[in-house]
C-alpha cells in the first residue's frame, strides 16, 4: 500500500535511519511511511533546508483545520455514522488537546480527508472494517514551500454478516483510521484503538501511549517548522493501511 517514489534524497533518508536520528522515545507503534516521511523532514533540515523541512513538519502535523467530506454512499443507519464521526473527531481533538480541529465541508473540493461509508468496503478482495489511504508531499511550483496533504477513509457499515454495525464500532474504525492519519501504524492487541476491532467491544479512545507517540511526532515537526529558513526540494509519500480487522 506503499508508494515511494525514488530521488536523490532516498540515500540520505537511509543514512539517516542507520546513524538514528530519532529524537525520541514512542511507547505506541508508528508507521512505516510517517517514520519515513519524518525522515525526510529531518535530512532535509540537517541538510539546512529548512524551508522544505518545515513543509514536510507541516503536512505531518496538518490542521489546526482539517476538513472533512462524508459520502454516506449505501448506508442505512445514517444517525450512527453521524455519532461514530463526531465520537472519532472528539476522541482525537481531546486526545490532542484541542491543537486540532475537524470541521465538516459540504464539499470534496472543501476537504482535505474524505470519508465514504458503504456496506461492503473490501480491500484485496477481503472484509475489513475500513481502511485509510494518505499522502503528503510539498509542491514548490510556486517558488514557496507548500505543505500538501490529503486522505482517503473507507468504513464499512456492515459486520461480515451484513447486520449493520453499532455507532461504537464505526466510531473505533474512523478514530483507528484517523490514528494512522496521524501516524500510528497498527498493533495486534485488542483493546487498543490501533488493535482490531472487537465488535463486542470497540474502543471509545486512543490509550496513554498511543496519545504520548502522536504528540512526541507533532513535537519533533513542530520543532522542525520553528527552524524554518531556505533551500529547494521535493518529494512525495504515501502511506495507507490493511487494517485486516478479524470479527
Ligand atoms: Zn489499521
Redesign the pocket.
Known sequence: MRLHRLTSTTLLVALSVATGFATYKVRAAVHPSVSEHLDTARVQSQLGNDNEAGGYAQSMLMGPKIHVHLNYGDAVQLEDCDRAVAGAFDMWETALGHQIHFELVDTPKEAEVEVTFGKNVKLKGQIVS???NWSRSISTTTGEVKPLFSADVKLRTTDPKGRPLSFEAMRHTFG??L??MFGL??VKQIGKL?GPLDLRRPVSKPDESEIETVLAIRDECKSIIAKRGKGTHAQFFSGG?????DH
Not at 241 to 245: A, G
Open positions: 475500513g481502511y485509510i483507528h483510521e490514528g494512522h501504524d497498527d490501533m493501511c490493511s487494517c485486516h480487522h
